[in-house]
Protein backbone atom coordinates (compact mmCIF):
# COMPACT_ATOMS: atom_id res chain seq x y z
CA UNK A 1 0.00 0.00 0.00
CA UNK A 2 1.13 3.45 -0.83
CA UNK A 3 2.52 6.12 2.07
CA UNK A 4 1.41 9.46 1.12
CA UNK A 5 2.15 12.16 2.68
CA UNK A 6 0.14 15.50 2.41
CA UNK A 7 -0.70 19.00 3.35
CA UNK A 8 -3.94 20.82 5.04
CA UNK A 9 -2.08 23.97 3.41
CA UNK A 10 -2.30 22.86 -0.21
CA UNK A 11 -6.05 22.47 -1.66
CA UNK A 12 -4.89 20.71 -5.01
CA UNK A 13 -5.00 17.39 -5.27
CA UNK A 14 -1.05 16.17 -4.20
CA UNK A 15 1.05 14.02 -2.48
CA UNK A 16 4.79 13.57 -0.71
CA UNK A 17 5.07 9.99 -1.70
CA UNK A 18 7.47 7.92 0.93
CA UNK A 19 9.32 5.00 -0.79
CA UNK A 20 6.20 2.60 0.54
CA UNK A 21 4.29 0.32 -1.71
CA UNK A 22 6.41 0.01 -4.89
CA UNK A 23 7.39 -2.85 -6.83
CA UNK A 24 11.77 -1.71 -6.63
CA UNK A 25 13.54 -4.29 -4.49
CA UNK A 26 17.16 -4.29 -3.12
CA UNK A 27 18.56 -1.96 -1.91
CA UNK A 28 15.91 0.05 -4.01
CA UNK A 29 13.27 -1.52 -2.28
CA UNK A 30 9.73 -0.22 -2.34
CA UNK A 31 8.62 2.67 -5.00
CA UNK A 32 11.20 3.94 -6.93
CA UNK A 33 10.43 6.81 -8.99
CA UNK A 34 13.86 7.64 -10.68
CA UNK A 35 14.49 6.77 -13.82
CA UNK A 36 18.14 8.18 -13.20
CA UNK A 37 18.72 5.37 -10.21
CA UNK A 38 20.31 2.15 -11.89
CA UNK A 39 17.33 0.05 -11.20
CA UNK A 40 15.11 -1.46 -13.56
CA UNK A 41 13.32 1.08 -16.00
CA UNK A 42 10.34 -1.48 -16.14
CA UNK A 43 9.91 -1.38 -12.19
CA UNK A 44 10.28 2.48 -12.22
CA UNK A 45 7.60 2.74 -14.91
CA UNK A 46 5.47 0.06 -12.79
CA UNK A 47 5.81 2.04 -9.61
CA UNK A 48 5.28 5.58 -11.62
CA UNK A 49 1.91 3.96 -12.94
CA UNK A 50 0.86 3.61 -9.26
CA UNK A 51 1.58 7.10 -8.29
CA UNK A 52 -0.18 8.51 -11.44
CA UNK A 53 -3.04 6.02 -10.41
CA UNK A 54 -3.07 7.38 -6.74
CA UNK A 55 -2.83 11.01 -8.20
CA UNK A 56 -6.26 10.01 -10.57
CA UNK A 57 -4.01 10.78 -14.27
CA UNK A 58 -2.86 8.60 -16.65
CA UNK A 59 0.75 8.37 -16.57
CA UNK A 60 1.28 10.09 -19.21
CA UNK A 61 -0.06 12.69 -17.71
CA UNK A 62 2.51 12.74 -14.91
CA UNK A 63 5.14 15.32 -15.85
CA UNK A 64 8.65 15.18 -14.68
CA UNK A 65 11.55 16.83 -16.18
CA UNK A 66 15.28 15.95 -16.19
CA UNK A 67 16.74 17.92 -12.97
CA UNK A 68 20.26 19.65 -12.80
CA UNK A 69 20.22 21.68 -9.90
CA UNK A 70 19.24 24.40 -12.01
CA UNK A 71 16.92 28.12 -11.25
CA UNK A 72 14.97 26.81 -14.76
CA UNK A 73 11.50 26.85 -14.03
CA UNK A 74 8.89 25.45 -17.01
CA UNK A 75 5.87 25.95 -17.61
CA UNK A 76 4.12 23.33 -19.03
CA UNK A 77 0.95 22.51 -20.64
CA UNK A 78 0.69 18.81 -21.84
CA UNK A 79 2.14 15.74 -21.28
CA UNK A 80 6.14 16.05 -22.22
CA UNK A 81 7.58 13.34 -25.41
CA UNK A 82 10.95 14.64 -24.22
CA UNK A 83 12.53 15.44 -20.01
CA UNK A 84 14.08 19.14 -20.81
CA UNK A 85 16.38 20.30 -18.27
CA UNK A 86 14.64 21.92 -15.38
CA UNK A 87 14.16 21.98 -11.21
CA UNK A 88 10.62 23.35 -11.12
CA UNK A 89 7.60 23.37 -13.25
CA UNK A 90 4.35 25.28 -12.98
CA UNK A 91 1.04 24.72 -14.97
CA UNK A 92 -2.82 26.07 -14.86
CA UNK A 93 -3.77 23.12 -16.80
CA UNK A 94 -6.15 20.70 -15.31
CA UNK A 95 -5.51 16.74 -15.60
CA UNK A 96 -1.44 17.38 -15.73
CA UNK A 97 1.01 16.28 -12.51
CA UNK A 98 3.46 17.72 -12.10
CA UNK A 99 6.18 15.25 -10.81
CA UNK A 100 9.41 16.34 -8.56
CA UNK A 101 12.11 13.72 -7.49
CA UNK A 102 14.09 13.88 -4.84
CA UNK A 103 16.14 11.87 -1.93
CA UNK A 104 17.75 14.28 0.11
CA UNK A 105 17.08 17.90 -1.55
CA UNK A 106 13.58 19.44 -0.56
CA UNK A 107 10.39 19.03 -3.38
CA UNK A 108 8.45 22.03 -2.54
CA UNK A 109 4.73 22.14 -3.97
CA UNK A 110 2.93 25.40 -4.88
CA UNK A 111 -0.58 26.09 -4.85
CA UNK A 112 -2.47 29.94 -6.03
CA UNK A 113 -5.97 28.17 -5.83
CA UNK A 114 -7.50 31.34 -6.52
CA UNK A 115 -6.23 31.47 -9.56
CA UNK A 116 -5.82 27.50 -10.97
CA UNK A 117 -1.83 27.32 -10.53
CA UNK A 118 0.07 25.05 -8.93
CA UNK A 119 3.68 24.44 -9.31
CA UNK A 120 6.66 22.12 -7.94
CA UNK A 121 9.87 22.86 -7.36
CA UNK A 122 13.14 20.57 -6.94
CA UNK A 123 15.27 22.67 -4.24
CA UNK A 124 18.64 21.46 -3.05
CA UNK A 125 21.03 23.70 -1.34
CA UNK A 126 22.46 24.75 -4.98
CA UNK A 127 18.96 25.18 -6.56
CA UNK A 128 18.03 27.25 -3.23
CA UNK A 129 20.72 29.66 -3.02
CA UNK A 130 20.30 30.38 -7.02
CA UNK A 131 16.77 31.25 -7.21
CA UNK A 132 14.84 28.11 -8.12
CA UNK A 133 11.95 28.89 -5.52
CA UNK A 134 11.80 32.00 -6.54
CA UNK A 135 11.88 31.24 -10.30
CA UNK A 136 8.33 28.90 -9.81
CA UNK A 137 6.62 31.94 -7.90
CA UNK A 138 7.28 33.99 -10.90
CA UNK A 139 6.57 31.57 -13.39
CA UNK A 140 3.52 31.11 -11.52
CA UNK A 141 2.66 34.49 -11.78
CA UNK A 142 3.20 34.75 -15.45
CA UNK A 143 0.13 32.49 -15.32
CA UNK A 144 -1.92 34.44 -13.27
CA UNK A 145 -1.20 33.80 -9.75
CA UNK A 146 -0.39 35.98 -7.37
CA UNK A 147 2.10 35.32 -4.68
CA UNK A 148 0.35 36.70 -1.48
CA UNK A 149 -1.94 34.08 -2.61
CA UNK A 150 0.71 30.91 -3.63
CA UNK A 151 1.21 28.22 -0.50
CA UNK A 152 4.27 26.53 -1.00
CA UNK A 153 5.26 23.56 0.93
CA UNK A 154 8.41 21.87 1.63
CA UNK A 155 8.25 18.15 1.74
CA UNK A 156 10.52 15.14 3.39
CA UNK A 157 14.16 16.41 3.13
CA UNK A 158 17.04 15.98 5.03
CA UNK A 159 17.01 17.74 8.18
CA UNK A 160 19.93 20.16 10.01
CA UNK A 161 21.20 17.24 12.30
CA UNK A 162 22.22 14.67 9.47
CA UNK A 163 23.42 17.97 7.33
CA UNK A 164 26.83 17.98 8.06
CA UNK A 165 29.10 20.72 5.82
CA UNK A 166 32.56 21.59 5.12
CA UNK A 167 33.82 25.19 5.94
CA UNK A 168 34.08 25.97 2.22
CA UNK A 169 29.91 25.26 2.07
CA UNK A 170 29.59 27.58 4.92
CA UNK A 171 31.87 30.18 3.94
CA UNK A 172 30.18 29.91 0.46
CA UNK A 173 26.92 31.05 2.15
CA UNK A 174 28.17 33.91 5.09
CA UNK A 175 30.80 35.51 2.20
CA UNK A 176 27.81 36.34 0.05
CA UNK A 177 25.19 37.02 2.52
CA UNK A 178 26.15 36.95 6.36
CA UNK A 179 22.17 37.00 7.65
CA UNK A 180 22.90 32.98 6.87
CA UNK A 181 25.02 32.23 9.81
CA UNK A 182 21.71 31.14 11.41
CA UNK A 183 20.95 28.83 9.02
CA UNK A 184 24.40 27.10 10.56
CA UNK A 185 25.20 24.72 13.95
CA UNK A 186 28.51 24.03 15.12
CA UNK A 187 28.98 20.10 14.67
CA UNK A 188 31.92 18.29 15.24
CA UNK A 189 35.37 19.66 14.53
CA UNK A 190 35.51 21.97 12.10
CA UNK A 191 32.27 20.54 10.51
CA UNK A 192 29.14 22.78 10.53
CA UNK A 193 25.08 21.56 10.67
CA UNK A 194 23.15 23.27 7.79
CA UNK A 195 19.73 23.66 8.05
CA UNK A 196 18.00 23.00 4.32
CA UNK A 197 14.14 23.45 5.24
CA UNK A 198 14.78 26.91 7.44
CA UNK A 199 16.80 28.07 4.80
CA UNK A 200 14.05 27.35 2.04
CA UNK A 201 11.26 28.91 4.23
CA UNK A 202 13.42 31.81 4.86
CA UNK A 203 13.41 32.10 0.86
CA UNK A 204 9.98 31.60 0.44
CA UNK A 205 8.83 33.83 3.07
CA UNK A 206 11.13 36.65 1.91
CA UNK A 207 9.95 35.87 -1.83
CA UNK A 208 5.97 37.17 -0.51
CA UNK A 209 4.50 34.14 -0.82
CA UNK A 210 1.06 33.67 1.58
CA UNK A 211 2.14 30.85 3.51
CA UNK A 212 5.01 28.59 3.76
CA UNK A 213 5.56 25.63 5.60
CA UNK A 214 7.80 22.14 5.97
CA UNK A 215 6.38 18.48 6.75
CA UNK A 216 8.63 17.92 9.50
CA UNK A 217 10.18 14.86 7.99
CA UNK A 218 14.01 14.22 7.94
CA UNK A 219 14.84 11.89 5.03
CA UNK A 220 18.53 10.92 6.18
CA UNK A 221 16.54 9.09 9.35
CA UNK A 222 14.03 7.10 8.65
CA UNK A 223 15.09 4.61 5.82
CA UNK A 224 11.93 2.38 6.15
CA UNK A 225 9.97 5.53 4.66
CA UNK A 226 12.49 7.50 2.80
CA UNK A 227 15.53 7.56 0.43
CA UNK A 228 18.66 9.20 1.00
CA UNK A 229 21.56 10.04 -1.07
CA UNK A 230 23.49 10.85 2.13
CA UNK A 231 22.52 8.04 3.83
CA UNK A 232 23.59 5.84 0.82
CA UNK A 233 27.03 7.70 0.56
CA UNK A 234 27.49 6.84 4.56
CA UNK A 235 26.58 3.16 4.26
CA UNK A 236 29.03 2.63 0.70
CA UNK A 237 25.73 1.19 -0.90
CA UNK A 238 26.07 1.26 -4.95
CA UNK A 239 22.89 3.38 -5.58
CA UNK A 240 19.86 5.35 -4.24
CA UNK A 241 16.02 5.31 -4.86
CA UNK A 242 14.18 8.64 -5.84
CA UNK A 243 11.44 9.97 -3.72
CA UNK A 244 8.53 11.88 -5.92
CA UNK A 245 6.37 14.68 -4.83
CA UNK A 246 3.00 15.77 -7.15
CA UNK A 247 0.82 17.93 -7.86
CA UNK A 248 -2.20 18.21 -9.77
CA UNK A 249 -5.53 20.56 -10.57
Known sequence: ML???????????????????GASSGIFAGLNCGYGSSDQSEVVAI???RVADAMGVDDTHLVTVHQTHSA????????????????AMV????GVALGILTADCQPVLFADSAAGVIG?????????????????????????ARRANITAVIGPCISQAAYEVGPEFYEGFTDEDPETR????????????FDLPAYGLSRLRAAGVGH?????????GA??????????????????GRLISVIRL
Open 212 to 220: AEWCGHCTY
Open 3 to 21: HIITSKALAPRHGFFTRKG
Open 72 to 87: IALPVTGPLTIRPEAD
Open 91 to 94: TAVP
Open 47 to 49: NRA
Open 223 to 240: PDRFYSYRRTTHLREADY
Open 120 to 144: AAHAGWKGAKDGVLEATIGAMEALG
Open 182 to 193: RFFANGAHDRML
